[in-house]
């Protein structure tokens, strides 16, 4: 009699294809498929788990990435559903929407803008980590919106403190919240158009999201200049970039009359973010 499959057998299984196929992180992969296959990891391995294993791990072997894969990913305390239709949630914008929610507790509450909020992660970090905040998750995709729309009511009351708007950075905004923000954020798109990016990212991830334009700096640009306008006295911006630009965004910060600038690290010390503070009258 043929012994039975496990799900021990088949993760080393799938290590070895996932590694064949170039995946950069195969034994990784391969628990976390195990994972999201296995209602029990020792129990038996039925065929509809085994149908739904292969299926995923096909996936993963043309390169599609595995948050995709997977339909959802962590995001500080939140488990968010990530597709097609957003960007990946990644662990240098769990800094940036960290220092937010620092920003804003110590302002003691109040009105906070996400700025091109795609799966809603930074917004509903918000939500759900400062009681005394109202939120607005912005995002000029429809699409990016379906997905952000699908997370906020995942999270239960603080939901109630969140409002969607589709536009273009703070044309989404009523006209009555100008002046009136304590604090703003962005993760906005930041490469340039003849930057090289990663394969998982240029096939897979939206170019609208992370395109700006020739030079990288087009939308950082805009926010940059126009948050002054919206933001309450004291308030704060804090807005992801790419390394490189950090400098280029803190003068911009400077030039467009923030009181004080700072450039932030991420989580492998690299210059990630720009804090913008515009202090009392």
């Known amino acids: 009699m043929a012994e039975a499959v496990t799900w021990s057998t088949l993760r080393t299984e799938a290590a070895a294809r996932l590694r064949d196929a170039g995946v950069p992180s195969p034994d990784a992969d391969a628990r976390w498929l195990v994972a999201a296959a296995a209602p029990d990891v020792d129990g038996p391995v039925g065929e509809r788990a085994l149908a739904y294993f292969d299926a995923m791990l096909a996936r993963r072997r043309s390169g599609e990435p595995l948050q995709y894969v997977l339909g959802s990913w962590g995001f500080r305390s939140l488990d968010l559903l990530v597709d097609r239709r957003v960007l990946i949630p990644r662990p240098e914008t769990e800094v940036v929407a960290g220092v937010a929610i620092e920003e804003l507790r110590a302002l003691g509450g109040g009105t906070a803008v996400d700025l091109g909020t795609g799966s809603g992660a930074i917004a509903l970090a918000i939500a759900t980590e400062v009681p005394a905040a109202s939120v607005w998750a912005v995002d000029r995709s429809s699409l990016a919106l379906e997905v952000a729309r699908a997370n906020l009511a995942g999270i239960g009351r603080p939901g109630a403190r969140v409002r969607i708007a589709e536009g273009d950075w703070f044309d989404a905004l009523p006209a009555e919240l100008r002046g009136q923000l304590q604090v703003v954020v962005a993760n ?37 200049e126009e948050a002054p306008a919206w933001l309450d006295r004291p308030g704060a911006l804090v807005v992801e970039c790419a390394p490189h630009q950090t ?3 803190a003068s911009l910060a400077e030039a467009a009359g923030f009181d004080e600038v ?20």
């Not at 930041?190 to 030079?215: M, N």
């Open 262 to 281: 700072e450039v932030g690290l991420d989580l492998s010390a690299r210059p990630r973010f720009v804090l913008c503070r515009l202090m009392g009258a």
């Open 247 to 249: 400098e280029v965004v």
């Open 188 to 224: 906005p798109p930041y490469v340039a158009e003849d930057d090289v990016l990663p394969a998982e990212v240029r096939d897979w991830e939206p170019h609208g999201a992370l395109i700006a334009g020739p030079s990288g700096i087009e939308d950082l640009d805009r926010i940059v």
